[in-house]
């Protein structure tokens, strides 16, 4: 029976490696496996999933107003892999649910944005997928990282801004809760003593 998983974790938790890792394992299987990455995100240039620990794939990008039950690529797929899913709309996971009725699909991606709040296709995704697996990785000081934290270009912490900016080990960083409290804490001691 063919399922929606979705597998999240924070910003370096290896998620683009754990797909390219199982994609190779289904591709040794002999299954024809179909590989799809919103356009939104252009760090790796057109039509390629990387992990930064230097493993990559071809994959099919898609726009956001995209049907992904009219890809035609779909029919001949055996499973469906999706990187950096929190891009999906809704109406492209529930496009993916409705192939899960003979095809199952893999999604890979962040929960949650540098303000702590749901990205749309992570919302539904956690409303329609059948299987929620967290991928974990550490902060710094080697607890459990669960904050995205964003940082400017001269390296101050931000906490407004839109959602989506794309960016890698230069922009975000995985924090424990502790590790981000402090981190907001010296921030506004900062702007107090400023003012």
Not at 10 to 28: D, G, Q, T, W
Request: with cysteine; net charge negative; proline share 1%.
């Amino acid at each position: 029976m063919s399922r929606l998983y979705f597998k999240y974790g924070c910003m370096n938790s290896s998620k683009s490696a754990n797909l390219l890792m199982i994609r190779h394992n289904y591709v040794e299987q002999g299954f024809r496996v179909l590989l799809l990455k919103p356009k939104v995100d252009t760090r790796d240039g057109d039509n390629i999933i990387r992990s930064r620990i230097g493993i990559e794939a071809e994959c099919l990008m898609i726009d956001g107003d995209v049907d992904i039950l009219k890809l035609p690529e779909i029919d001949s797929s055996d499973i469906i892999m999706v990187d950096e899913a929190q891009f999906l709309t809704s109406a492209q996971v529930d496009q993916l649910y409705e192939i899960t009725m003979h095809t199952n699909v893999l999604c890979f991606g962040l929960l949650t944005d540098f303000r702590q709040q749901l990205f749309e296709g992570s919302k539904r995704l956690i409303e329609r997928a059948e299987s929620l697996m967290e991928i974990k990785t550490v902060c710094k000081c080697g607890a459990k990282a669960t904050v995205n934290v964003r940082f400017s270009e001269d390296g101050r912490l931000l906490t407004e801004g839109e959602q989506v900016d794309i960016g890698g080990n230069d922009r975000y960083k995985a924090m424990c809760k502790y590790c981000y409290a402090k981190a907001l804490k010296e921030v506004k001691e900062s702007k107090e003593r400023q003012a």
